[in-house]
């Protein structure tokens, strides 16, 4: 897999979501292995996803150096994860969520597909 493909991986999950209302996004390509992709995703209920990787694949294996998933709805944060080094305490560091609460928990690193997943079960569950 290259940088190419794995954009195009994330614009396949995006454009096939049924709960997805509009989106748009921007990708650097830097080498045929490396790029930053970002996006802001609007969903049926009026809730926002804004999303941002800057990833390295090589030989198959995705390093994602800086990403962030920051899901919310009229200006209220419901959750963002991330892998800013800002909380060494947490198990498993670097990756965490931030909870609309305040509170910020362990997590493993996640992917678009998991938030998605996660986003579709929090709206269906309205």
Request: hydrophobic share 35%.
């Amino acid at each position: 897999m290259n940088i190419i493909e794995y954009f195009h991986h994330h614009k396949s999950l995006i454009v096939t979501n049924p709960i997805i209302q509009s989106w748009e996004y921007q990708e650097d390509i830097r080498t045929s292995f490396e790029g930053f992709f970002k996006a802001r995703l609007h969903f049926v209920d009026n809730s926002i996803l804004d999303f941002r990787e800057y990833v390295n694949i090589m030989e198959s294996k995705i390093t994602r150096y800086t990403y962030s998933f920051h899901y919310s709805q009229d200006q209220g944060l419901i959750f963002r994860y991330d892998n800013t080094p800002h909380h060494p305490h947490l198990s498993s560091f670097p990756h965490h969520k931030h909870l609309s609460t305040d509170k910020v928990i362990a997590c493993p690193e996640s992917t678009l597909q998991d938030i998605l997943t996660e986003i579709e079960n929090i709206i269906l569950s309205k």
